[in-house]
């Protein structure tokens, strides 16, 4: 019988042990919920919203913050959708594109504070946009930041906003992304000179001629009361602070790389609540720390302008500062060289001016500004070139019924059949919202009625729009024809993107994402659809999509 | 109860019966004269008989398909089972066994609600060796056949994935007759604990989901795919029986 008790102590042993083994826990992922990345978005232009997902060339990013990771949705064919996961780090900060939808860059802030040398830094990672996502580089950080600004030039990222007991607001670090494959990024770290401001606002500018040197960009940091200018050709070279007049606060800062023979590269700078435009032009260098010099000319424009930017009046030259003046309804075009302001009047108290030469390819060499503004049903066409002596004539006004509050370009990195056009969007006076679609080498609109306010979205190969509101409707545009196809979806609609499918040849997916309540949760849904030649009744519907991948 | 608390209940549940086990051959050694060696004249019924069981089989599945529906790699089963041993010689005897399982497991998979539902069937002989007259060691393999059900519970209503798998147990243990009369020749019931350990496998059901109302659900719905279940693993299982002639 002793054998008998040790045989059953040894069972239970046995049991115990074979217990433990197979009390093996499951991927810790699959207990966590799913909750959408959400994100306060003030730029009405960006059809995210406040959803932190975006549209991609060759995919659509969908941030999974409670698992750190980023969900890339492709599509291997036509209607097809599959799934990447790649992590983001912890904390994530900000989740931005590059200008041209090629390239994700996500800033964590890691775990704060850092007990352990475990715990993960803060990182910014940049991941490739295309048909086979992947992170291209992973960036260390040794501080948390909160804030990460894009080069539109896609050459440089500003990462700032460091959060701490005691920080820094002028503390930035620029970072200069890799060119090429297997390029690393290398950052600089800067903390700017202050006499009390702090950074506001950043323009990183093209490449501005510098007399005496080589034709540099530089970044323009927007504070309180001056500007501090960076030679992002010298990143580490001191930076060159310009002070503003009475201390007044800058609102907008334009640029024009100079004419040769007639005037060397500037910048424009508006001031919040002042009459006074700052002009500032970049002149040969005068000390040994810079390569460049920067003399300021102060000039009243007569009224508080809302709006800046550099036109040409003539082929070759005639340089102007255009100020809109909505309070005066004119405009001021300021000569750089003499500091002189002309007065335009104008048909209507335009608030904003685009500058839209290179899109029409104007071969006359003046230029061509779009006026437009939330104030006013109007849009105008500004012939810049005879502006001198028939200043009233060189404005063709259109009633468009619309206030126009925001322009989009159409994207033309990948084909530039329709980069004459512009899409108008705002806010309509009649019960029938619009959008319109401008055609500026034949100066017409077209006028698109919609029944309700639609989130737009130009696809990355500039050939068409979608507009999407938040049921389960949304339109396809296509520009040539000008045609509007509705489709619909079984589910209300968060986000609209069409990408590139893995096959290419210009095979496209369109992607309508739903994020669905679960069990007093979240779940992710889309309905695919063919991206050239969408049909509601051929799609494809895939569920549960926060499942994909996860280990 | 939920099957997430049998899973839990199991093991204590186990080691409990096991040493009661123990601890009653313990007191039956002690009130018992010494029980004479078997033959194969003395075992009679404790040997020959009808035996009817019910108890708990908990097997270990590793199968990375079985994380959307349990938080840890236990499954437990309600375990019923008959036997009839139809052929003796000296200590050694052999029985037709069928065997019946059910059990399961559910768990939250981030939004969804997971389960799973499976139903064994089990045909097989049993190899009995009688070491004492009520203490014997059994081993058995056989095929087994198991319906299992996989529903995952979304946003879109209830998704299901059932199939029928053919399968293989492969067991050994012990069977210890609690009560009962001495003489082979009783046809009085007897009292059994069975306890059996070995490895349990099943063909894989792949995950695919399919919408358990087609109406309900959006067109053209790409079915949810969690990979591939394959339940397959070490198993215990003990039993309580009474045993007929």
Request: aromatic share 8%; glycine share 10%.
């Amino acid at each position: 019988m002793t054998r008998l008790l040790s045989s059953a102590r040894a069972s239970c042993a046995l049991f115990m042990l074979l217990l433990a083994v197979g009390c093996g826990d499951r991927p810790a992922d699959m207990d966590v919920a799913f909750v959408p990345g959400q994100k306060e978005n003030k730029d009405p232009t960006d059809p995210s919203g406040s959803l932190q997902v975006r549209g991609l060339k060759g995919s659509v990013a969908l941030l999974d913050p409670a698992l750190n990771e980023v969900m890339m949705f492709t599509s291997p064919q036509s209607r097809q959708l599959a799934t990447t996961r790649l992590p983001v780090g912890l904390n994530v900060a900000e989740f931005k594109t590059s200008a041209t939808r090629d390239k994700l860059f996500v800033l964590s802030r890691g775990v704060t504070p850092r007990y352990k040398d475990s715990d993960e830094r803060p990182q910014l990672r940049v991941f490739d946009g295309g048909t086979t996502p992947k992170e291209l580089e992973n960036v260390a950080l040794q501080d948390p930041y909160n804030q990460l600004e894009v080069d539109p030039q896609g050459e440089w990222l500003l990462i700032h906003g460091s959060e701490g007991l005691v920080s820094n607001p002028n503390e930035l670090l620029l970072v200069q992304l890799g060119r090429g494959a297997g390029a690393a990024a290398t950052l600089t770290s800067k903390t700017l000179g202050s006499y009390g401001g702090k950074p506001l606002r950043f323009t990183f500018t093209s490449e501005l001629s510098v007399p005496g040197a080589a034709s540099r960009r530089l970044l323009v940091v927007q504070r309180e009361k001056d500007l501090a200018i960076i030679d992002l050709a010298a990143p580490n070279d001191p930076e060159i602070t310009v002070a503003l007049p009475q201390g007044a606060a800058p609102l907008d800062v334009v640029y024009h790389a100079g004419i040769d023979g007639e005037v060397s590269s500037l910048l424009g700078v508006q001031l919040a609540g002042d009459t006074n435009v700052d002009l500032l032009t970049i002149n040969a260098a005068e000390s040994a720390d810079h390569e460049f010099s920067v003399h300021p000319n102060l000039v009243d424009v007569g009224g508080i302008p809302t709006m800046l930017d550099f036109v040409q009046t003539r082929k070759g030259g005639g340089l102007r500062l255009a100020a809109l003046v909505p309070t005066k309804q004119a405009a001021r075009l300021i000569d750089p060289s003499s500091g002189v302001a002309q007065e335009v009047p104008l048909h209507a108290a335009f608030t904003k001016i685009r500058r839209i030469t290179n899109d029409i390819s104007e071969k006359s060499g003046e230029d061509i500004a779009l006026l437009y503004g939330e104030a006013t049903n109007t849009i105008a066409f500004w012939r810049l070139g005879i502006t001198t002596g028939t200043p009233y004539h060189s404005i063709e006004a259109y009633d468009i019924g619309i206030k126009v509050g925001q322009v989009f370009d159409i994207p033309n990195d990948e084909d530039d059949t329709f980069a004459d056009r512009k899409i108008l969007s705002g806010n309509s006076t009649g019960t029938t919202q619009q959008f319109y679609v401008l055609d500026l080498t034949q100066q017409k609109s077209f006028p698109l009625d919609v029944l309700k306010n639609l989130t737009l979205n130009l696809s990355p190969n500039g050939q068409q729009l979608w507009a999407f509101g938040k049921d389960t409707g949304f339109a396809q545009l296509t520009f040539d024809p000008l045609q509007p196809a509705s489709l619909y979806t079984e589910e209300a609609i968060s986000f609209v993107h069409d990408f590139a499918t893995a096959r290419g040849g210009g095979e496209r997916s369109v992607l309508a994402l739903h994020v669905l309540s679960s069990h007093g949760h979240s779940s992710v849904a889309a309905t695919l659809f063919d991206g050239t030649k969408p049909d509601t009744a051929r799609t494809k519907f895939y569920s549960e999509l926060e499942l994909e991948g996860i280990k | 109860m939920t099957r997430r608390y049998w899973s839990r209940l199991l093991a204590p549940v186990t080691c409990v019966a096991l040493m009661l086990v123990s601890q009653g051959a313990q007191a039956k050694e002690a009130d018992a004269a010494p029980a004479p060696a078997p033959t194969d004249d003395t075992l009679g019924n404790h040997q020959r008989n009808l035996r009817f069981e019910i108890g708990a089989r908990t097997q270990f599945v590793n199968s990375d398909g079985l994380d959307p529906f349990s938080t840890n790699d236990v499954l437990p089963q309600l375990s019923l089972g008959a036997s009839f041993a139809f052929w003796t010689q000296q200590k050694l005897s052999l029985a037709a066994v069928a065997g019946f399982d059910y059990g399961g497991s559910s768990a939250s998979l981030r939004s969804d609600k997971a389960s799973l539902d499976l139903r064994r069937f089990t045909l097989a002989p049993e190899a009995r060796y009688h070491l004492f007259r009520v203490l014997a060691l059994t081993a058995k393999v056989g095929p087994t056949l198991t319906r299992e059900a996989a529903e995952v519970s979304g946003p879109l209503g209830t998704v299901l994935k059932t199939g029928w798998k053919f399968g293989v147990d492969a067991t050994a243990g012990v069977a210890v007759e609690l009560w009962g009369y001495a003489s082979g020749d009783s046809k009085k019931p007897r009292l059994w604990l069975m306890g059996e350990g070995g490895y349990g496998w099943s063909a894989p059901m792949k995950l695919t989901f399919q919408p358990e109302s087609p109406g309900g659900v959006p067109q053209r719905l790409a079915p949810l795919n969690l990979g591939e279940l394959s339940v397959a693993g070490p198993l215990f299982r003990i039993t309580a029986g009474l045993s007929f002639w």
